[in-house]
Nanobody, 123 residues
Framework: QVQLVESGGGLVQAGDSLSLSCAAS????????MGWFRQAPGKEREFVSA????????YSADSVKGRFTISRDNAKNTVSLQMDSLKPEDTAVYYC????????????????WGQGTQVTVSS
């Protein structure tokens, strides 16, 4: 089992950058694929980015490609999401998630979730 805690959210202006971090506790972090999802007000939660267990493969939603970068540090049990060129439509609660085996883009595949961190981008 793994516990996840996100940090790094905040209020920024359009065009700014922000880095989110997710700290994992528990055993064998490197055996979990990790993902970031987000939920905007009044909308369903959606996939943002995911990374494989060793970090060799990453996946991103079309809406964030070229702007967001996911990475992980298995020695520190952390996964990060670097967000550049932020837009007002990126405003959402961002969630970190974990699952055994391979990374996927499906919310239903993830077994463990953090509480989320709010990101607000003003225009």
């Amino acid at each position: 089992q793994v516990q996840l805690v996100e940090s790094g959210g905040g209020l920024v202006q359009a065009g700014d950058s922000l880095s989110l971090s997710c700290a994992a506790s528990g055993r064998a972090f490197s055996t979990y694929a990790m993902g970031w999802f987000r939920q905007a007000p009044g909308k369903e939660r959606e996939f943002v980015s995911a990374i494989s267990r060793r970090g060799g493969e990453t996946y991103s939603a079309d809406s964030v490609k070229g702007r967001f970068t996911i990475s992980r540090d298995n020695a520190k049990n952390t996964v990060s999401l670097q967000m550049d060129s932020l837009k007002p439509e990126d405003t959402a609660v961002y969630y970190c998630a974990a699952r055994k085996l391979s990374a996927t883009m499906s919310e239903a595949d993830y077994d463990y979730w953090g509480q989320g961190t709010q990101v607000t981008v003003s225009s």
